[in-house]
């Protein structure tokens, strides 16, 4: 990937964090941690992460702070201790919201992704 696909990568996961960390934590049976939630994400990806591991744990923080995870602390005793998360019925609303926030923004995006990718340059 080249510097300017990284920028834009970049750009397009700041506004989608949130809403993936919502949607691996409504998916799941138990709460998580940040760990466990990276390699989630990572699970059939061979190519690197999308959403860096450090990259998550402010998002959690502030997802918790809105009162949209809830979050206990459990001692670890390989380490230091783990916050565990889990949404709550707000996330789960704000979840609902904002997929179909993302199913009509992505429909908008594929109908001129596409267009550019189907019609010769120049052409309307």
């Known amino acids: 990937m080249n510097d300017v696909s990284r920028k834009f990568q970049r750009d397009?996961?700041?506004g989608l964090v949130g809403f993936?960390?919502?949607g691996v934590l409504e998916s799941s049976?138990?709460?998580?941690?940040g760990y466990?939630?990276?390699?989630?994400?990572?699970?059939g990806r061979d190519a690197e992460p999308v959403?860096?591991?450090g990259s998550l744990y402010p998002v959690l923080?502030?997802?918790a702070a809105k009162g949209w995870l809830a979050s206990?602390?459990?001692?670890?005793?390989?380490g230091p201790p783990r916050r565990y998360y889990r949404i709550t019925e707000t996330g789960r609303a704000v979840l609902a919201d904002w997929r179909a926030v993302w199913s009509d923004t992505r429909d908008?995006?594929?109908?001129?992704?596409a267009r550019a990718v189907d019609s010769p340059r120049g052409a309307t």
Do not use: T
């Open 12 to 14: 397009l996961n700041a």
């Open 20 to 22: 993936v960390l919502l």
């Open 29 to 33: 049976e138990g709460d998580l941690y």
């Open 36 to 43: 466990d939630i990276a390699k989630r994400l990572q699970q």
């Open 51 to 53: 959403f860096k591991e």
């Open 61 to 63: 923080r502030a997802l």
């Open 72 to 78: 206990r602390i459990v001692p670890s005793y390989s």
């Open 108 to 113: 908008f995006v594929e109908r001129f992704a």
